[in-house]
């Protein structure tokens, strides 16, 4: 069913989205955290998103003989990557219990600012995924109406 | 005839408005996607195509198939070469809605005339 694929195509959308807001988040929360799960300072992560393939209906459709080249089942989530290109923030704090011998120490690779655009794109694109899906629910209970 | 060729396009209309509607849902999806090529569905092609084709009209609906196609004359609109501009692709998918409940309306409204025809109160 035509308007069900709709539906779960948006649904990917909206987990991706979601999924962007929660790394972001813990990007935020670790902003200042200079002991992160391998001992060194926190790196900032990013989620890498892809093009999913078909749903099992397209490929079914696809095998049957049917073109159906170029469909798509929404977005995947490739994997969640750790930023380490950019480098770590070097702050002089001698008194801090992580500072190396010359005082220094590492810094998380966050910067707020990009977090904060980051939250708002995905924050957008969370809501574009939520029309196109009130959409789809209409078309469908517009069409089941034919049967009254 | 019970069901017409009108009746019969406005049926694969509204099939493939709901197969539009999942190629552009599909882009929305993507809209973070870096390199993502966009998609879209041509069933107005189609259905044209299939009514002013030389085969009998009914036949060519019958065996109608919409599939998406990517997009190539789409430019990039993004630094990460991806072709979604995403303010167009809710337009289109507003106004393919319209289009949808359009075709719906009118195919409501002809099985109303034959209901009436039939005697069944509706």
């Given at each position: 069913m035509s308007l069900f694929g709709g539906l779960e195509i948006s649904a990917s959308g909206l987990t991706a989205e979601r999924l962007r807001m929660d790394v972001t988040a813990e990007n935020l929360a670790n902003a200042?955290?200079?002991?992160?799960?391998?001992?060194q300072a926190y790196r900032r992560k990013e989620v890498v998103l892809q093009e999913a393939p078909g749903s099992f209906g397209a490929s079914l459709s696809a095998a049957m003989?049917?073109?159906?080249?170029?469909s798509s089942g929404g977005v995947h989530v490739a994997g969640i990557v750790q930023d380490t290109t950019t480098p770590l923030k070097r702050v002089?704090?001698?008194?801090?219990?992580?500072?190396d011998a010359q005082g220094y120490v590492s810094m998380p690779n966050v910067d707020t600012v990009t977090e904060m655009v980051d939250l708002i794109s995905a924050q957008r694109a969370y809501e574009a995924n939520v029309t196109a899906m009130q959409s789809a629910k209409q078309m469908f209970s517009r069409t089941l109406d034919l049967l009254r | 005839m019970l069901f017409d060729t009108t009746q019969l396009a406005l049926e694969r209309a509204i099939e493939g408005a709901g197969k539009r509607h999942e190629a552009l849902a599909a882009n929305i999806a993507n809209a973070?996607?870096?390199?993502y090529q966009r998609v879209d569905v041509d069933f107005h092609g189609a259905l044209q195509a299939a009514m002013g084709g030389d085969e009998d009209s009914n036949t060519a609906l019958e065996g109608l198939s919409f599939s998406p196609a990517k997009d190539a004359s789409a430019g990039a609109t993004r630094a990460d070469g991806s072709t979604v501009d995403i303010d167009s692709e809710s337009a289109k998918l507003a106004a393919n809605a319209l289009e949808q409940q359009a075709a719906v309306q009118v195919a409501h409204a002809r099985l109303g005339i034959l209901k009436a025809a039939m005697g069944v109160s509706s």
């Open positions: 200042q955290t200079t002991r992160g799960a391998d001992g003989g049917g073109s159906g080249n170029g002089y704090d001698p008194g801090h219990p992580d500072a | 973070n996607t870096p390199g």
